[in-house]
Every structure is written in structure tokens, then in C-alpha cells.
């Protein structure tokens, strides 16, 4: 079954400064690579996902990118924000496989002001 | 538009006590539907999901069990709670081709 790594696990950074989070999968059959962003004692919320025939997408300060061929994407922060403070997870899915959503172990970010 | 509901939000329960945490969804048919658990500060741990009524897979063998009587009901159960049991219980839903969405949660401190 598919497997995904997920680092850093904690990450801290000056507000302003960029942040990169980065996730491997094990199944070049996953498609589907969505990043939830959970503030404290919420529940976890899509912030930006992207498919397998795309290599990068962007929504305003976030970014990510996917690469297929080393079974890796990536959540990009630029300008970050203590708003930004929160724990991060990526995961990935396979098409049509609606009950396999695999998730990351999370990304702790603190963004110091 | 589509909406999850979760309740209780909070619940404090003696161990050895029963448990029976509800889901429900609206705005939408058939939707996938599963069961996570967070301990503090820990990552998202599937239990359950479902892809119809009456159908259900476990991920992790436990005392907990869930059950789908309705198309937008899911049901997370016990009949004797452990004290391991406690944690952040989060109730999602899928459309095939689309991401999960979580509902608010609820957090079960087992005594």
C-alpha cells in the first residue's frame, strides 16, 4: 500500500521568510496530492492540492510542486505569517480509490514574529 | 453547499463506559465517509470508512466499531472504553475525484 514520509516535523521560521515542506509517497499509481493546514484544536482544512499531470500550482503565498519521477511534492510559504502557525499534513490518493487517502505524520510550523 | 456535522464536541467518559460518537452530512449523495483519530499533537490515524450504507472497513484492529445505517450517518461506537481511547475523533467525507473534507471534531477524554 502506499506510504508517505513527510519532513520536516517541526519547522521554524522568521515571519517574512519562507517555509518548505516536503512529502514522499511509495505508489507512482497515486494522483491526488492534497495539503491540509490544522490550527490548534480545528479541525484540518484544504489549503491547496494539485494532480499528477501538473507539475506546479500557486495560489497567492502558496505554492506546490510534484514530482512524479522521484515520488515527491512539496508545500511552498513565501513571506510567512504568524497566521501561518499551524501543523501541516500533505497526502496522497490514487484515482478512483476514494477510501485511500493516505496522510502524511504533519509538519509543526511556527512562524516567529 | 455541502456541510459535516460531529457530535458531541467535547465528552468525558469513565473507562469502561460505552461510546457513540454521530456524523452526518448534507448536500451531497453517497459520499465516501470515514473515521479518524488524533491523539495530541500526533498525526491522522484512519479507523474506519465507508463507501455505503452497511459497508465498512477497519484499518486498525481496537475495541471501537462503526456503522453507516443511513447514507450520510456514521456512526463510531464502543461498548467498553480504554483509556488509549482518548484523542481528537475527526468524521470526513469524499466525492470520488475530490479532496476529504473534515468536520469540526470531537475531543473524548477517557477517565
Known amino acids: 500500500g502506499e506510504n508517505v514520509e513527510q519532513h520536516p516535523s517541526t519547522l521554524s521560521v522568521q515571519e517574512g521568510d519562507s517555509a518548505v515542506i516536503k512529502c514522499t509517497y511509495s505508489?507512482?499509481?497515486?494522483?491526488?496530492f492534497p495539503w491540509y493546514k490544522q490550527e490548534l484544536g480545528k479541525r484540518p482544512q484544504l489549503i491547496i492540492d494539485?494532480?499528477?499531470?501538473?507539475g506546479e500550482k500557486k495560489d497567492q503565498r502558496i505554492a506546490v510542486t510534484l514530482n512524479k519521477t522521484a515520488k515527491h511534492f512539496s508545500l511552498h510559504i513565501t513571506e510567512t505569517q504568524p497566521e501561518d502557525s499551524a501543523v501541516y499534513f500533505c497526502a496522497a490518493r490514487k484515482h478512483g480509490d476514494g477510501q485511500n487517502f493516505v496522510f502524511g505524520p504533519g509538519t509543526r510550523l511556527s512562524v516567529l514574529p | 453547499s455541502q456541510t459535516i456535522h460531529q457530535w458531541p464536541a467535547t465528552l468525558v467518559q469513565p473507562v469502561g463506559s460505552p461510546l457513540s460518537l454521530e456524523c452526518t452530512v448534507e448536500?451531497?449523495?453517497?459520499?465516501?465517509l470515514y473515521w479518524y483519530r488524533q491523539a495530541a499533537g500526533r498525526g491522522l490515524q484512519l479507523l474506519f470508512y465507508?463507501?455505503?450504507?452497511?459497508?465498512i472497513s477497519s484499518e486498525v484492529p481496537q475495541n471501537l466499531s462503526a456503522s453507516r445505517p443511513q447514507d450520510r450517518q456514521f456512526i463510531l461506537s464502543s461498548k467498553k472504553l480504554l483509556l488509549s481511547d482518548s484523542g481528537f475523533y475527526l468524521c470526513?467525507?469524499?466525492?470520488?475525484?475530490?479532496?476529504?473534507?473534515f468536520g469540526p471534531g470531537t475531543r473524548l477524554t477517557v477517565l
Open positions: 505508489d507512482s499509481a497515486s494522483n491526488y
Open positions: 470526513a467525507w469524499s466525492a470520488l475525484g475530490t479532496e476529504q473534507f
Open positions: 448536500g451531497t449523495s453517497n459520499p465516501n
Open positions: 494539485i494532480r499528477s499531470n501538473v
Open positions: 465507508s463507501v455505503g450504507i452497511g459497508q
